[in-house]
DNA sequence: GTCTATAGGAGGATAGAC
DNA sequence: GTCTATCCTCCTATAGAC
């Protein structure tokens, strides 16, 4: 093991260059597909963007479909990660950090949001164990926060988890964001507040 | 003008047929935003769904984005006039009214909503003064409503009132309607009463 | 204005050399 | 595995007869 250790480690090298490889193209899919959807993205601008040719991209992935599948499950397991790593808190306090968190990596352009209309990624989404074992795990978490947090009745407790849940999720893709990052009239910070305040607080003074 | 009434009633009905053609194409192409956005719709789908040749669509509209534009115009006119035939009532009052009716007709798959993304059509409709108008006039009633609410201490006076405007106009796109009903657990009325609780009340409990 | 038929081109996917 | 060059399908848009 300590001779022949030279040709592992060439092995390994290569193995990481294509591994970095392939990690430049899922990024930048998963920035266009956050830019311009599933559909109006094109695999030839993924290649071009990261540099290579499109038939080394298909060497990668066996087609769009699954290489904008791999971009949704590689930010699902991010999200698994997150809260893994997350420090113990009070159940709402939990909630609360993870939707800024979600919607700091939207203003950031680094969520690729599923898109909620009809579409082939979905299926395939769907049937994909990864991407449905991260959304379970992640749903699973978030889903005993929510019941802690109404139990604690720091949640209204009128509303279904489920439908928390979901409320939650749809910060990952909310227009409101991006339509006042569009405004110039505020800064990240302060548009994160703003949509944080309706989410939690909702419109209605209190 | 009694005598030779005969030919200027024919045009009429001629220009009848065309207009009620025209109709039946925007509302499928409609509902066919809704159903698939603006990339995945197709023109043939449309034409075939209408059960006219294609050819004939064009004749109508000079291309795809026109004819989305065309559909988008029609949405925001809808929105003109339902505000208009509102009756009079509290600011407060009306702005719930407005976000519930937003809602029915996004369940109801009647309203094709603009993908946030990037696109061609996007900037066709910036580009739209029909659209435009219509998106002005709508903007300058919520608007107002928005900040009498404010002013009566009904809605969260720390928001911004654009904020507020961003959120309801939101409504008409969100996720979460959609996939409270996929889920099958609730109707119609119990999901739109969801939505608009969280939406005005908030997840927070108060 | 409506049709059939087709041009024209974009984009997903592959062949085959290296 | 990466490249260049190419295939082929689908879709927008138009030509031309009626």
Redesign the pocket.
């Known amino acids: 093991m300590a001779m022949n250790s030279a040709s592992p480690a060439k092995v390994s090298f290569?193995a990481q260059?294509?591994q970095a490889?392939e990690d430049a193209i899922i990024q930048t899919a998963s920035r266009l597909l956050a830019e311009k959807g599933f559909e109006a993205?094109?695999?030839?601008?993924v290649a071009a963007s990261v540099?290579?040719?499109?038939?080394?991209l298909?060497?990668?992935f066996?087609?769009?479909?699954d290489l904008a599948a791999a971009a949704m499950v590689r930010v699902m397991q991010r999200a698994q990660a997150y809260l893994r790593d997350l420090p113990p808190g009070a159940p709402m306090a939990q909630l609360r950090t993870v939707a800024r968190w979600t919607m700091e990596l939207k203003l950031r352009g680094e969520m690729p949001s599923l898109p909620s209309q009809n579409s082939t990624l979905r299926a395939k989404l769907i049937a994909d164990t990864a991407y449905m074992d991260g959304l379970i795990d992640v749903s699973d978490c978030l889903g005993a926060w929510i019941e802690a947090a109404q139990a604690q009745g720091h949640i209204n407790a009128d509303l279904p988890a489920i439908a928390v849940l979901y409320t939650l999720y749809a910060r990952a893709c909310d227009p409101v964001l991006e339509f006042l990052k569009m405004g110039g009239q505020h800064d990240e910070e302060q548009i994160i507040r703003m949509v944080m305040a309706s989410c939690f607080e909702g419109l209605a003074a209190r």
């Open positions: 290569k260059m294509l490889r993205m094109t695999v030839d601008e540099g290579i040719a499109k038939a080394s298909y060497k990668h066996s087609s769009k479909e």
